[in-house]
């Protein structure tokens, strides 16, 4: 089984580059780990990842990053499993009132690989061996601070997280059929711009911490 770990950044995934059991990166037949760097944004994940999907085409492609919440449920310094992704800010604002893809008629909502608006996991349930809560995501391009903005994103879409590379992950395992796996590390509220009310380094540990078991999982699976 091939498996690739990407992130925007490295230094997302470092920790478990440095500390993952050298079996899964080199010996091993059973499970092969590679890592790769996305860069961040929808545009810069978008090509890479697809890049990835098509040049290397691993078995298991898992995106590990940190998110920003939209709910107190999920706080800063959890960890879950994005199941639907969501387009967050392609459309136009007009007469103060916001309009994506599908409001204004550019794109069906369930043309593939969309289904009702939205980019599902189709293989959340097979691969969520940690048995980690499963929230519904938003991607942008332009982080999310102002309250009004905020307030209309969450009664529009209902998501519980905000990235910026998490729909190009679902888009293109959805056109290629490459399974895949969303998971994020909580480091902030979504419009919370003091950084020292951010648990930043806290959730880089704990997301390394979940991928190193959930490694170990995925060479244990039958």
Do not use: C
Request: hydrophobic share 40%; glycine share 8%.
């Amino acid at each position: 089984m091939r498996i690739v770990i990407t992130s925007a950044t490295t230094a997302e995934w470092m920790p478990i580059f440095v500390n993952v059991n050298e079996l899964y990166t080199g010996k091993s037949s059973r499970l092969k780990l590679q890592f790769y760097q996305s860069g961040v944004g929808l545009l810069a994940s978008s090509v890479a990842i697809t890049r990835l999907a098509i040049e290397e085409r691993p078995d298991l492609i898992i995106q590990a990053g940190i998110a920003g919440s939209f709910s107190k449920k999920y706080a800063p310094g959890q960890i879950v499993l994005v199941n639907n992704e969501i387009l967050g800010d392609t459309g136009v604002e007009e007469k103060g009132v916001w309009k994506d893809l599908f409001d204004m008629k550019l794109e069906k909502s369930s043309y593939h690989p969309f289904e009702k608006r939205k980019l599902p996991n189709p293989w959340i349930k097979q691969y969520n061996l940690m048995n980690l809560p499963i929230v519904d995501g938003i991607t942008v391009n332009q982080v999310t601070t102002q309250p009004t903005r905020i307030a209309e994103l969450k009664k529009k879409y209902g998501a519980a997280v905000e990235s910026m590379e998490g729909a190009s992950l679902h888009y293109v395992g959805r056109e290629t059929g490459i399974p895949f796996i969303q998971i994020r590390s909580i480091s902030n509220y979504v419009g919370e711009r003091d950084k020292s009310k951010w648990l930043l380094k806290e959730s880089i540990e704990g997301l390394n911490k979940v991928l190193l078991q959930y490694v170990d999982k995925l060479y244990n699976m039958k």
